[in-house]
């Protein structure tokens, strides 16, 4: 088997954050086929513009962090990484807005 690219090690990654335990169970989450997944797992070159967009909306973060890992553009060219603190970076929309509101509590 091959190594993974950056975006298949970031696809990996992904699904591992969230605590799936299976590319089925990732994929089935995701609402998009365990073979779709896995293709976009053994990508060896630059993923195409159609799947980065599908990841983004997939994963549920922001396009520059897909292009990003897709090596489109480097984290320092994003802005993106430096301006989001790690301990949130890979939250979802949903974990964001449950975040802010943890933080926001009782002001």
Excluded: N
Aim: aromatic letters at 8%.
């Amino acid at each position: 088997m091959s190594p993974m690219s950056h975006f298949g090690s970031w696809v990996q990654a992904q699904i591992d954050l969230r605590g799936y335990g299976s590319v089925k169970e990732a994929a089935h989450a995701l609402g998009i086929y365990p073979s779709v997944l896995r293709q976009w797992m053994s990508i060896v070159r630059r993923p195409s513009h159609g799947v980065v967009r599908r990841a983004a909306d997939a994963f549920d973060v922001h396009i520059q962090e897909v292009l990003v890992a897709a090596d489109y553009m480097t984290e320092e060219e994003s802005g993106l990484v430096d301006a989001v603190p790690a301990s949130v970076r890979h939250f979802t929309i949903g974990q964001m807005l449950e975040e802010i509101g943890r933080r926001t509590e009782g002001r």
